[in-house]
T-cell receptor
């Protein structure tokens, strides 16, 4: 069945370090793919999206490329800031553009 | 555009009581979704509406849970005979449901505590 796999465990890194969070999925067809972010004490926010293969979504210095051949949508940022500390969720939809299938999320902690 | 709103933001209830939550989606959005999120987990899908029609329900949604969207605008989620395991954050989201513009926007959630 359709599913999403996000890399395990929290990520702790220093300010200005390079961030990568891996996400792979299995899905029927080629759905839109999303990354959401949840800052401490706040609700889920859409961070970026890609609607078709080879699309690159970008926002706030974050990027993710829709890789059909590897069914991946890894999130990257070249130089993180303390304000990027949050939980990041990869969320491709299941069954077309209906329910979102969230992974467990990755807690990212950026230390100054 | 004021975003998705949910009411109440917090609810504390005793086991066995009924509770009802409300969600107001972004005004032009025809799709509305309910999710549940527990601590340290990602949101889990509960149900979704296309306008007033409830098109899909998760197996997580026991018969104690019911959701409505009577006029295709706001939605309510009712939990009857609450149990401690129902304690969670209940999230509502809405979307246009149009290919390429199908991203879901989330409300702030209703945090339910069952004592």
């Amino acid at each position: 069945g359709d599913s999403v796999t996000q890399m395990e465990g929290p990520v702790t890194l220093s300010e200005e370090a390079f961030l990568t969070i891996n996400c792979t999925y299995t899905a029927t067809g080629y759905p839109s793919l999303f990354w959401y972010v949840q800052y401490p004490g706040e609700g889920l926010q859409l961070l970026l999206k890609a609607t078709k293969a080879d699309d690159k979504g970008s926002n706030k210095g974050f990027e993710a490329t829709y890789r059909k051949e590897t069914t991946s949508f890894h999130l990257e940022k070249g130089s993180v800031q303390v304000s990027d500390s949050a939980v990041y969720f990869c969320a491709p939809p299941l069954y077309g553009n209906n329910r979102l299938a969230f992974g467990k999320g990755n807690q990212v902690v950026v230390i100054p | 555009d004021t975003g998705v709103s949910q009411d109440p933001r917090h609810k504390i209830t005793k086991r066995g009581q009924n509770v009802t939550f409300r969600c107001d989606p972004i005004s032009e959005h025809n799709r509305l979704y309910w999710y549940r999120q527990t601590l340290g987990q990602g949101p889990e899908f509960l149900t979704y509406f296309q306008n007033e029609a409830q098109l899909e329900k998760s197996r997580l949604l026991s018969d104690r849970f019911s959701a409505e969207r009577p006029k295709g605008s706001f939605s309510t989620l009712e939990i009857q005979r609450t149990e401690q395991g129902d304690s969670a954050m209940y999230l509502c989201a809405s979307s246009l449901g149009v290919q390429g513009r199908d991203e879901q926007y989330f409300g702030p959630g209703t945090r339910l505590t069952v004592t």
